[in-house]
Structure formats: C-alpha cells, structure tokens
C-alpha cells in the first residue's frame, strides 16, 4: 500500500486548508484510513480517522474544527481543516490499516502563522 498526501501550506491563523491523501497498490480490505501530525520536537499525535463505513473519530484538540472524509471509490481521504490555529503546525501524516499492518504516507507540511 503506498500512501500519498498533499495539500499542505502555509496559513493564517483563521484560515481553512483541505488535506488529500491517495491510496494505491494492494489496497484491498483497508477498513482504517486517518492523520496524525507531528510538531516540532513533539511526539506524533493522532489527529482523525474514519472507516470504510464512515465511523468518524477525532482527537479533542482538533473537534469541531477538522472534517475527514472518504471516497471508497477513488481510495482517497480528505481533511478539511477550518479555524486553525498556530498550535495546528505540523507535518502531517496519513495512515491506513489494512488487517494487522499499518502504512504511512509521508507528511505534508502545515504551518499556521499568527
């Protein structure tokens, strides 16, 4: 499975940004797709994640303010991200899950200005 997500930037304080994130390969019976971000000198952190269903869950920091969103069809989430806030700068990363493996895209930065 390889992972690939673009979309970041720069933006202020305020702002909205959308986060792609494409899955491709042996991508069959990924039933969890999601985002982590990793700030500077910070651990990764989860951010949000959805199902096949369409289960949605986020992380405290970003509810009310993030969307994700999944098109099984082109095998592609999204992440709208309203309101951000400084805090919000990070790279960030997608993920999915696909039986008992876990795969990784490789991070797109977001930097939020104040």
């Known amino acids: 499975v390889q992972l690939q997500a673009s979309g970041g930037g720069l933006m202020q304080a305020g702002g909205s940004l959308r986060l792609s994130c494409a899955a491709s390969?042996?991508?069959?019976?990924?039933?969890?797709m999601g985002w982590y971000r990793q700030a500077p000198g910070k651990q990764r952190e989860f951010v949000a994640h959805i199902t096949t269903r369409g289960s949605t869950n986020y992380a405290d920091s970003v509810k009310g303010r993030f969307s994700i969103s999944r098109d099984n069809a082109k095998d592609t989430i999204a992440l709208q991200m309203n309101s951000l806030k400084p805090e919000d700068t990070a790279v960030y990363f997608c993920?999915?899950?696909?039986?008992?493996?876990?795969?990784w895209g490789k991070g797109t930065l977001v930097t939020v200005s104040s």
């Open positions: 993920n999915a899950l696909q039986a008992a493996l876990i795969y």
């Open positions: 390969g042996s991508i069959s019976s990924i039933n969890v």
